[in-house]
């Protein structure tokens, strides 16, 4: 069953193309990988799909539905690449701000504003202001924001840059429990191992071209790594 339908996706800026008839699909419940090299276009492509910017030429359908309706961002979380959070805010006042977006108060926010503090294991920095917090800090304050709406589509864009092993390994947890729990995970990243870990399916992006969509990681013959220069050299 397909929750993402991505279709001939094209894309001009600075008078150049930059996206090249971009097709690809992505499975209820499944975590989808976008591999790439440097000057490839990934982020142009997520910002696409999510309606930040305007392609030339596109077909999507995102929860059955053309295009992005109001009650289907409902459903969408979103990380972006850079974090741009109210550095005066602590942690908490920062997550109840963007929950209240989803119209909710009181008790049931305490709630769910605790909760999130331990998924990410910042439960114990609350009261701290977010100008207070280190690059890695920050974040897993924009990976909570981005599932405070218990989303069915996320869309992540280099989650686990800048950190260490053990957040790492703490994030990569909270996507299997996530997918378990019946969100549909779309993920960029260049940390190869990490892919071969965790997600499902995996496409690649070369300089504004898919030359690798939709491959099941679990069929791949050798070692992601030796997989993805292959493709990347030859295309």
């Keep these: 069953m397909k929750i993402l339908e991505v279709k001939k996706i094209e894309k001009i800026l600075a008078w150049k193309k930059v996206l090249h008839w971009i097709n690809f699909s992505v499975n209820a419940w499944e975590i989808y990988w976008f591999l790439w090299p440097n000057g490839a276009w990934k982020t142009t492509t997520m910002k696409c799909i999510m309606g930040l910017i305007d392609p030339e030429i596109w077909e999507i359908q995102i929860f059955w539905e053309k295009w992005l309706t109001i009650k289907s961002k409902e459903k969408i979380g979103f990380m972006p690449e850079n974090t741009y959070l109210y550095k005066h805010l602590t942690w908490k006042e920062f997550l109840e701000f963007n929950w209240k977006f989803f119209w909710l108060e009181g008790s049931r926010l305490d709630k769910k504003v605790e909760e999130l503090l331990k998924r990410v294991g910042l439960e114990n920095d609350w009261n701290k202001r977010l100008s207070e917090y280190s690059k890695w800090m920050l974040q897993r304050v924009w990976l ?92």
């Design 144 to 235: 909570a924001q981005s599932i405070i709406n218990e989303p069915k589509l996320l869309f992540l864009d280099e989650p686990m840059s800048w950190l260490d092993p053990i957040w790492r390994k703490m994030v990569k947890d909270l996507l299997v429990s996530l997918r378990n729990e019946w969100t549909t995970i779309f993920f960029n990243t260049h940390i190869l191992a990490d892919v071969e870990s965790i997600c499902d399916r995996i496409s690649i992006i070369h300089k504004g071209y898919m030359i690798v969509e939709g491959k099941e990681v679990k069929s791949i013959k050798w070692s992601l790594e030796d997989f993805f220069i292959d493709k990347v050299s030859n295309a």
